[in-house]
């Protein structure tokens, strides 16, 4: 039997946490598995334009409205020679990616990407090899990219066919050098004192940069939080950002458990604010670091499948997730998360885009579709623009396998105040109730509710294939209503919910 719980919010527009960083909504596009090659780019496909790229994936990323793409990698650039991507593709050498091990073919590089991004309406957020590589490559390949002419780097660019220089913005210094499986694998000491010397000479050759430095790959690493800490203390004055990476699973098959990892997601940022903030008191720096959540979402679907790829194989299926209900519920959850940090959190890069745990997959040589997570994406990327605010909340708590206390509602609000728009976007955790939500609006005087947008399937292992691509769908099928500044709704057991409020 259904039983009705109840919950309570209220949203005024003086309760501001801070304008959302369109970069929230970034994603990652890393040279593995099918992300590249049979992803975005597959000559040959009926939907490929002149240059390779596939149509069909485009118009999906665009539904997407993502505004920075992160590229090559993930720990392929750790052993990457960004040389080896430019200039006429026959010359290009093949190359063993140490990574993942499968054969790199270099036929899409830097210039291809960023080709690739403008078609897509999106930024690039390049990064350089701090594993077998350093400061001289780093230094130039920004020059390679960003400096206008008149030096060999940039000239080169210009003879391979690019006048104007990139002007790619944000760079990582490398990726994941705290992780023993990383090519260059770096204590936080040596790594340290690389990214300040690289971040230096970035810097000089393009001052306009921003740049990210590594922090943890995760809250499990047991290097966490000195890693960062010692990180920041070498680079603090050169550096923009610290990165966060995190992934979570569902082995167990507890989706109670699993919803609740948004707790573990928040206490994650809270600590790696806590240590920006350690260092900047310690280093008496007037700077503040922001945070990149450059690689999160689900991952574990295709651990098993991964383990038994042919090694040295071109493009093979790695790491392709297909995400079920429950994965979207968590997917919308992180999102609400991030909005609730949107004054620290300043980029997030969903990992990744296309085949590789992605929420676009497509088949070579056949369609393109959206997978469970694409939809939560969607719908914040879309109307999550403006500002990100605060809201009192009072709900009904559960406890799980390893959280206490979990909120059954997970909810927050943007308000775009040029559009005169108030989105809530709620997750309802409970696994068998509905949630009776009211939420006071006060001041937001004269919106009337546009839509209340539903995902919600009574299977938690609900998945869409290219055979049966709209399986798991939302629906404008929400009760939502306003009545003297008060909305009310009613949020069915495990579902996300976006309401849409305009004037
Ligand atoms: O996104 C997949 C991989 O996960 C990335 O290459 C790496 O940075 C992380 O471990």
Redo the contacts with the bound molecule.
């Keep these: 039997m259904t039983n009705v719980k109840k919950a309570k919010m209220i949203l005024d527009k003086d309760y501001k946490i801070g304008e959302v960083d369109k970069r929230i909504y970034g994603s990652?596009i890393?040279h593995?598995g099918r992300a590249v090659y049979g992803g975005i780019y597959e000559p040959g496909h009926p939907l490929a334009d002149k240059n390779g790229f596939r149509k069909d994936v485009i118009q999906l990323v665009n539904e997407l409205n993502v505004p920075i793409v992160r590229y090559p990698?993930?720990?392929?650039v750790s052993g990457y020679n960004w040389e080896d991507g430019v200039g006429p593709k026959e010359k290009r050498p093949r190359r063993t990616d140490l990574a993942w091990s499968t054969i790199e073919t270099n036929q899409v590089g830097t210039n291809d990407f960023a080709d690739w991004a403008k078609l897509a309406g999106t930024e690039v957020m390049m990064a350089v090899n701090l594993g077998t590589r350093g400061i001289d490559a780093a230094r130039n390949f920004v020059e390679y990219c960003n400096h206008p002419g008149g030096t060999y780097w940039s000239d080169l660019r210009k003879s391979h066919g690019y006048a104007e220089p990139h002007r790619f913005k944000v760079w990582c210094l490398g990726?994941?050098m705290d992780?023993p499986w990383q090519i260059g694998h770096k204590t936080a000491e040596e790594y340290g004192r690389l990214a300040c010397e690289t971040a230096k000479v970035m810097k000089w050759v393009d001052p306009s940069i921003e740049l990210v430095a590594c922090g943890s790959?995760g809250i499990g690493m047991p290097t966490f939080a000195q890693w960062e800490a010692t990180v920041l203390e070498h680079t603090y004055e050169h550096v923009d950002y610290i990165s966060l990476?995190q992934y979570y699973g569902n082995r167990d098959k507890d989706t109670a458990d699993f919803l609740a990892n948004t707790m573990a997601l928040d206490a994650f940022i809270k600590s790696v604010i806590a240590t920006a903030d350690y260092v900047k008191a310690k280093t008496r720096s007037k700077k503040t670091i922001n945070l990149s959540f450059d690689?999160w979402n689900v991952w574990y679907h295709s651990n098993d499948a991964d383990r038994k790829i042919e090694r040295w194989s071109i493009a093979p299926p790695q790491?392709e997730d297909v995400y079920n209900f429950e994965d979207a519920l968590l997917v919308g959850g992180m999102l609400i998360t991030f909005l609730k940090h949107a004054d620290r959190v300043k980029i997030a890069c969903l990992?990744?885009l296309v085949n590789v745990?992605a929420p676009i997959m497509t088949s070579n040589g056949g369609g393109a579709w959206r997978q469970t997570i694409f939809y939560p994406f969607m719908h914040v990327s879309n109307y999550g623009r403006g500002y990100a605010l605060n809201p009192i909340i009072s709900t009904p708590v559960y406890d799980s396998k390893n959280y206490t206390d979990v909120p059954v509602l997970e909810a927050t609000a943007v308000y775009n105040e040029e559009k005169d728009e108030l989105t809530i976007f709620a997750l309802n955790k409970d696994m068998n109730d509905t949630l009776s939500l009211e939420c006071d609006i006060r001041n937001f005087e004269g919106y009337r509710v546009v839509e209340h947008i539903v995902l919600h399937n009574d299977d938690v292992n609900a998945v869409n294939t290219e055979a049966n691509p709209f399986n798991v769908v939302p629906s404008n099928s929400g009760d939502a209503k306003i009545i003297n500044g008060i909305v009310t709704a009613n949020l069915s057991n495990l579902s996300w919910n976006v309401i849409r409020l305009a004037k």
Excluded: D, P, T, V
């Design positions: 990652f890393e593995l990698g993930g720990n392929f990726n994941e992780g790959s990476h690689e790491l990992a990744q745990i």
